[in-house]
């Protein structure tokens, strides 16, 4: 089946240690994205791919890095730099055009 | 700059009644609208969108989105409501092709048997 695998579910780090999260898609999608959810304030976006090679910064990507070496794969780096790094990360692709996003079951990251 | 408001945080509904859940959004020009429902420690999964055409757009599960574009809304529907609705939702918009989308911060809707 076709789709976007997360992992881990669950990541559990000390604080100012750098950690990835994983983003993988067989979906065959040029575009991939990073959002950042948090109760009640919605999904944020912190980076975003259009094409391998390539990557823009969204509206929160302070604290973070990404890297588009791969069409499959997008993944993202929390840095020691990010103030409040708790949240739960969702990954997402699209095909070009209209299509709507689909998403992966989020990696939920606690930082004490 | 696009953005999307959803105004109520949380929506009940007793199980069978119809349910309505808001969204209005401002874009500077035609909007590329969607809905999305999450369950907890999940992705969000696609309902509905709106590109262009008929106002009335039916989706997954049961539910409905009328495009108003002088209201600029978007409101998700459903003529009767299942406990299994019983989710997280999303409204989304962008404002042009191949651009990120922007989400609302959700409505907490809770059917009651």
């Not at chain 1, 069409?71 to 699209?94: D, G, H, I, M, R």
């Not at chain 2, 369950?39 to 008929?54: A, E, H, V």
């Amino acid at each position: 089946d076709g789709g976007i695998t997360q992992s881990p579910k669950y990541l559990f780090r000390k604080e100012g240690q750098n950690v990835t999260l994983s983003c993988e898609q067989n979906l065959n999608h040029d575009a991939m994205y990073w959002y950042r959810q948090d109760p009640g304030q919605g999904l944020r976006l912190i980076y975003y791919s259009q094409i391998v090679n390539d990557f823009q910064k969204g509206d929160i990507a302070e604290g973070y890095s990404v890297s588009r070496e791969k069409k499959e794969s997008f993944p993202l780096t929390v840095t020691s730099a990010q103030k409040n790094p708790t949240a739960f990360y969702l990954c997402a692709s699209t095909a070009r055009g209209d299509s709507p996003l689909h998403f992966g079951n989020g990696t939920r990251l606690t930082v004490t | 700059a696009q953005s999307v408001a959803q105004p109520e945080d949380q929506v009940n509904v007793a199980e069978g009644n119809p349910l309505t859940v808001k969204c209005t959004y401002s874009v500077s020009g035609n909007p590329y609208l969607f809905w999305y429902v999450q369950y907890p420690n999940r992705g969000l999964q696609f309902l509905l969108k709106y590109i262009t055409g008929d106002n009335l757009v039916k989706g997954s599960y049961g539910f409905e989105a009328e495009f108003n574009k002088s209201q600029t809304s978007f409101h998700l529907k459903k003529p009767s409501a299942l406990v299994s609705d019983s989710a997280l939702y999303f409204c989304a918009v962008r404002e042009r092709r191949n651009t990120p989308l922007v989400f609302g911060k959700g409505t907490r809707l809770s059917v009651i048997a």
